[in-house]
């Protein structure tokens, strides 16, 4: 096993592996069919093909959040570990590995609150002890209503942060 982290192409990867598999499932199970005497012994292939759309589709999920986490790492979007409404700010809520917005109803069919925001960077969020962050609109609008002694200064038009 590699010590490489595994991307968002390894799991895709793995789709093309359960998509092949399932295609080779069905063919079995058309071939099973088509005999009078196999015919009856084929009704679990159908099930364990239609099991692997489910992995299928759990995979694409886990590749998309994977690509979210990964895009935060290079500095060029927002990094707060959690996610935001990009309109409402902390109104989010997350079951089931799908997200809403409490305001808006917006959703979103991942679990945005599990994974780093990933949003455009437009602010400067600086705390009372000058510690500092670069955070997106809504973020930075979550800290404005609750930072004491600190402040939120946006980013000039080219992103540059001072």
């Known amino acids: ?48 093909a239609g099991r692997l759309t ?3 589709q759990a995979l694409e999920e886990t590749a998309g959040e994977l690509a979210r986490v990964r895009s935060v790492r290079d500095g060029s979007v927002c990094a707060v570990p959690w996610g935001i409404c990009p309109e409402h700010g902390n109104t989010l809520v997350s079951s089931g590995g799908r997200t809403r917005c409490k305001t808006c109803g ?17 602010h400067k969020v600086t705390d009372a002890a000058g510690g500092s962050f670069l955070a997106c609109k809504a973020h930075a609008m979550d ?19 001072d």
């Open 1 to 48: 096993m590699s010590d490489r982290e595994p991307t968002p192409a390894d799991i895709r990867a793995l789709i093309a592996d359960a998509d092949a598999l399932q295609e080779r499932i069905r063919n079995v199970e058309q071939q099973l069919r088509s005999s009078k005497e196999t015919r009856h012994a084929v009704f679990r292939l159908d099930d364990a």
């Open 54 to 56: 489910d992995v299928s």
């Open 106 to 122: 917006r959703t979103w069919n991942y679990d945005r609150l599990g994974v780093p925001c990933g949003e455009p960077l437009t």
């Open 143 to 161: 800290a404005s209503e609750r930072l004491v002694g600190g402040t939120v200064t946006p980013l000039d038009k080219d992103g540059r942060r």
